[in-house]
């Protein structure tokens, strides 16, 4: 058995947010990834980090949406899977830039939370730990991995009423 | 999307230990599982539960593993999917009695833990939520889902030095 | 041993905010007081609770300073100690307001945090564990208790720099 | 405000054990007060640690008892404060010896837990933030600092129906 050659991209978001007990808010200031990936086991998975942007999703501009999707198809092109942390408000344009490109070399796997790692009640970890899963089963292609689902990209949209995501055109139980 | 129909067998282990104060103890009386899958969202996932047994798998009999088995693939027919719950101890003697049945009409998935859920530093949660997804992708077949790895029975043992599962005569990183 | 009868008086502050999604912000929408009371052991300790006001303590006007000095000054009378838990902002108006009324009938220690309860690092719960055990060793007073230390009004100031409380006039390491 | 100087000897303890998974029990190996320390504020809080052993306090021999006793009243010649984390079966017993020889020159607060640190659900925090907050609030006597509630040597036993301390010959709530 070999090692899992990851190649982790970092964009920011929710999941990724700090509190500041100077201004009392929540923002994107330094990446916490490291804290939660520590948290986990992953005896044989081999981790590359890049951290391309340290956003929340609704400051992204459409440059941002390509640049997520051509940096993600270019590092699948050089390991076993790419898993892409995100805001979930803009996931899904990031999502779709990214499987207009074509079929990637490698599984791409899209997460975020819809609440921050830093709080006690968090789908962070959960996220984190599927989509670290997912990019080991799955086919080269672009998904979504939340809350104990994966959706494939096209076609994928936040559903905002039930703070998770689903496919365009169907109601989310 | 319809929601995916999940049957949790449970049999107790390490995941599953509590702490009685009066003893000092940490030992296999109540399921814990409730209160695990309480910590994940699950939108779309029906979860039916059999409490199979609550043990200490150091303590299971040649007729436990047979009844572990043959209850997995009854279950099996009516349901998307199967996770069974187990002590890693003999985890894999219940494993290739699974499998020796047959392929499942659903796949069926192993999980545990090394240290209990009560405990602040465990394992039990990425593994719960390991296998809650890995149920869902894979192929009707006998896995064991843990630290970020899939494994297929048949010839998956258990590293006692690493703490992890492996396949049969390699080594695990 | 007779039991200790405590009146909690919450006027929200930092140590109560909340986290919604849907915003993304933290803010003092309900009181977490019983979820953090929840998690310490206080056999002998009868709780009445007082839910005065719900705010970030900058938003605070005069009149809820008198209102809160004057409220924390009647339940006294009736009680063995109170507790106040406040925004830290102006927690130190609050509590010179407090002791500009006199020696109440009994200890009034006002708490905060500088980080909510729902963060998973967070120091409200030590705070609340210091002014609730800080209610039942002092003399009739007005203090606060946070950080390790229990400071008497009148004379309280808020280090910002520091992120705690000190004595006007005086560094803190 | 000068720093107040605790010294804090450490004998073990419930509080202080951890879990191995090769065995799958909970024993006093090493000691995690510093893991317990490093999740309060305590700005002006100097400590100088003693680990004078690290046993379940039920196979302490009457010598340790008088080690521990005698090792306080020493410190307590040099510092502010003195806390000394204990397992509870013989808690009292140190205690008692710890006032027969006289009061000490500081404040003497013995505490512990009913459940181990490391577990998800633990007094150890709680029980630690007291007697940090005890030690500097008290006169100088000997005292078991546990669940909201100090309580004075002599005359101190526990309680193993409630789990708790209270005073010889009275019943707590």
């Not at 939340?146 to 055109?169: E, I, S, Y």
């Amino acid at each position: 058995m070999t090692d899992f050659q990851l190649t982790i991209v970092s964009t920011g978001g929710t999941i990724e947010k700090t509190y500041e007990a100077t201004s009392g808010a929540l923002s994107n200031r330094e990446t916490v990834l490291d804290h939660m990936l520590a948290q986990l086991r992953t005896p044989d998975l081999r981790i590359n980090r890049i951290r391309l942007m340290n956003k929340d999703s609704l400051e992204m501009t459409p440059e941002d949406h390509q640049l997520i999707a051509r940096s993600a198809h270019q590092v699948a092109a050089d390991c076993d899977g790419v898993m892409v942390v995100h805001g979930t408000d803009r996931l899904a344009e990031s999502g779709e830039s990214t499987i207009a490109m074509g079929t990637p070399a490698a599984p791409i796997v899209f997460t975020g939370a819809m609440r921050p790692f830093e709080l006690r009640d968090t789908d962070a970890l959960q996220n984190l730990t599927e989509a670290l899963l997912a990019v080991r089963l799955l086919e080269p292609g672009v998904y979504v991995a939340m809350h104990n689902r994966v959706l494939a990209f096209p076609g994928v949209v936040k559903d905002r009423t039930a703070g998770t995501f689903g496919r365009a055109g169907q109601s989310i139980g």
